[in-house]
């Protein structure tokens, strides 16, 4: 940093003016390009994709201002449908670092993991790194095996339906939000006014019914017979990598490499080629890139007001680490 304010104290010393910045725009692509991570050994060798899940589950555009914007749950599907066109892709890696997200937008992803072992017989291994709390593990409970990473944060196995109620703060200074509606439930769920009994009582049946949807998926997927176990691990409560594996949420517990290793066990090969799927503008290196760049120190980050909001009213498998 010392060199580069030098550097420009020396320019406008020497009258050639401020330094100035050339931005070239680059169009979106909906191509994948497919990156090998690691080369596999013999003339041709068999692929194991890794397809990353990371962030939250939301069936929206992110991105903005100068970045590249993406919608994680199609760019997911693009990539599975790329590992099932590829017959030499035989099997795949989620590798899951997500706190969760809408619960719609997560049962579409479990599904998608579900009807690609059954139309490809290919096996797929969830590889959990920081973590995969609610929406996040019910998508990794689509794959065959689960490997959780021991320090990861697995769990979160609930619903939750989160808004504000800003009726008070508007009497304070005076004013009143009215809605004029076509029954007494239609704006149910507004922050211009607190829940009515009536009200919390439709919104609480709705939680416990994606609850117990997401319960059922556990039992189909994870043998817990234990029922006090079972309560326990869905109670909404994170636990350790570890504590996973006790409770029988998670296969094993290792790191991505290990994931790799079974998953090429399963697909029966030796010594595969690792691949990633990822946009021209996306960052490559090793298998635990990530998809966005990360930011560093000293990295000139553009950002418009406004381009960041809260989460909008719904229903989420989330965990949301307040």
Known sequence: MRMIALLTLLTFLAGCGTPSFLITPVANTNQLKEEQVRRGRGLSPAKIAIIELDGMLIN????GFLQPT???LSLFIQQL???ERDDAVKAVVLRINSPGGTVTASDIAYKAIVDFRESTGKPVVASTQEMAASGGYYVALGADRIVAHPTSVVGSIGVIFHTF???????KIGARAEAIKSGDLKDMGSPFKALSPEERAVMQQMVDEYHARFVDVVKRHRTIADPATLAKATD???VSGEQAKQM???DATGTLEDAIDLAAELADVKNPSIILYRRPYGYGGSI???YPAPSEDGVLRLELPGTRSVLPTGFYYLWPAW
């Open 60 to 63: 929206a555009r992110s991105g």
């Open 70 to 72: 993406e919608n994680k």
């Open 81 to 83: 449908e790329q590992a």
């Open 165 to 171: 109620n800003f009726e008070g703060t508007l009497h």
């Open 236 to 238: 909404g409560r994170v």
């Open 248 to 250: 029988g949420l998670v």
């Open 288 to 290: 635990y890139a990530s």
